[in-house]
């Protein structure tokens, strides 16, 4: 419905006198040229969107390197890891009261 839209509207050039079919084909892969260009941006939009979200996840629930190096001593002494885990979250996070 979008491809008959747009080629009543004259985006792909006018239709004069008697239908043609070379001129409706032709005007259907430009149609269809556009409409994998448009689906590739929105793709490329998803992926974005999702990668954006996982480097923000990657941020607040990962232990980077230096961070590891800090306090992999703790583990050693016996330091429970869910106590560690607890404070670093609440340093990254911390809850306003």
Avoid: A
Avoid at 49 to 73: G, P, T
Wanted: aromatic content about 16%.
């Amino acid at each position: 419905m979008y491809f008959f839209q747009l080629f009543k509207s004259g985006r792909f050039g006018r239709f004069y006198g008697v239908v043609d079919g070379l001129v409706i084909t032709s005007s259907l892969f430009e149609f269809l040229k556009i409409r994998k260009e448009e689906l590739n941006r929105i793709e490329r939009d998803k992926i974005n969107q999702q990668r954006q979200k996982n480097e923000k996840y990657i941020r607040l629930f990962h232990v980077s390197w230096d961070e590891y190096q800090e306090i992999k001593w703790l583990f050693n002494m016996g330091y429970e890891p869910e106590r560690i885990k607890s404070e670093l979250n609440d340093e990254r996070c911390p809850v306003i009261q």
